[in-house]
């Protein structure tokens, strides 16, 4: 009898975190007017790194599947989580060119309707072995602070992402490169 009841109570904690989960959309895209550099976007693949590790979170927190669904495939009851890149700060030449960031906007859709938006802005200049690294990996640690991010939000609807001002040392160099991302930082 007890295992009936551990098995019944077993299936209706699955089906509940079912109804429950979100999942991103895949791809992750490009906003129409994003600002990125031709070199960077054709050779970090950002959108990738972003899949990846938000896909992963989400697998975490729905504790099933691989956290993604194809755009314009029926979501069902699950949220979908919607993610495009806005902007990328960063040129070739790791950190010797500066700190590097990574900006999405991110959607959470229930039942084809938008319930939530927010704006996700990441940093980096590549941690303690940031001199050794390229542009690339720089920004991929950028998209796993993003994926933390999201995964809070969607989890916990009053968390809030504060906008995260470039590092002190990438002040100078985020003046020259975009002063229009200093003016915003600040």
């Known amino acids: 009898m007890k295992r009936l009841l551990l098995i ?9 975190f079912a109804a429950g989960q979100v999942l991103l959309e895949t791809p992750v895209t490009y906003a129409p007017d994003a600002s990125v550099v031709d070199q960077i976007k054709n050779e970090c693949h950002i959108e990738d790194m972003l899949t990846r590790h938000v896909s992963d ?3 975490r927190i729905n504790r099933t599947g691989d956290g993604t669904i194809a755009s314009q495939t029926d979501a069902g009851d699950q949220k979908i989580l919607r993610l495009q890149i806005t902007h990328v700060l960063g040129v070739g030449g790791g950190a ?3 700190p590097k960031a990574t900006t999405v ?3 959470l859709i229930e039942d084809g309707k938008l319930t939530r938006h927010t704006k996700i802005n990441r940093w980096s200049v590549g941690g303690v072995w940031g001199a050794f690294k390229g542009s690339c990996s720089i920004l991929d640690r950028t998209t796993v602070a993003i994926a ?3 995964s809070r939000w ?3 609807p009053s968390y809030e992402i504060k906008e995260e001002a470039p590092p002190k040392e990438a002040s100078a160099t985020t003046a020259e490169t975009n002063p229009a991302s200093s003016a915003n930082a600040e």
């Open 57 to 59: 979170a989400l697998r």
């Open 96 to 98: 010797w060119s500066g």
């Open 105 to 107: 906007t991110a959607d």
């Open 154 to 156: 969607v989890r916990d």
């Open 148 to 150: 933390k991010d999201v």
């Open 8 to 16: 019944g109570l077993c299936l209706s904690t699955t089906s509940a």
